[in-house]
């Protein structure tokens, strides 16, 4: 009988020294791979990188299509603002030219009601990059109660492309009326505007 309960002391105790060795090899495996964590996260650190884009230099490639804009033709308008129903008004279309270059042609019109007065020797003057040029006016006669546009001139101006500042050239255009209109004396009307590479219409 007590050779039994011996046995059975040894039997339990063999079973607890094996399950204290268990214990033993897990928590000091979880105690280094903490350890190597650490070590690893003190000692290594996240690589950075930079990323240049070359762009290629093929005619054909849609980048540089977007980039490099090409302006063939363009058209807008712009009028004086004299307070009263006689103005001028201007349209303008410009139009690539030779030699890295554009042609503007200004298209000139009186907006009036019941007119009639002479056209006069360099009556219009159009002032664009820095320089002046001078055109006659045509007659005007209309008797008409509505306001309507009559064409007093026109002209074509040739400017260099590098003229342009952001896409516009600034240009005044004035045209020498002479005259009573509406009990009122008018000497010059002027009409001051730019001329885009990107059309207002």
Known sequence: MKKGRINLKWFL???LLCLALVLAIVAGTGLWKSAASAKKSSSEVEPTFEIQLVLP??????TETVQT????????TFYSKTGTSLNIGIKWYLSASTNNSYDIYFDIYVNCKNLTINGKSNGIAITINGCTYYLDSKDIN?????????????YTVTVPADSFNNGQLPVSISYSFGGTYGG?????????GSVKLV???
């Not at 009122?184 to 001051?192: F, G, K, S, V, W």
């Open 13 to 15: 105790l063999i079973i």
């Open 57 to 62: 230099d093929s005619d054909t490639d849609e």
């Open 69 to 76: 804009v090409s302006i063939d033709k363009s058209v807008g």
């Open 142 to 154: 209309y008797s008409g109660n509505e306001a309507t546009f009559m064409q007093i001139g026109e």
């Open 184 to 192: 009122q004396q008018i000497d010059t009307i002027t009409a001051d």
């Open 199 to 201: 059309s207002e219409e």
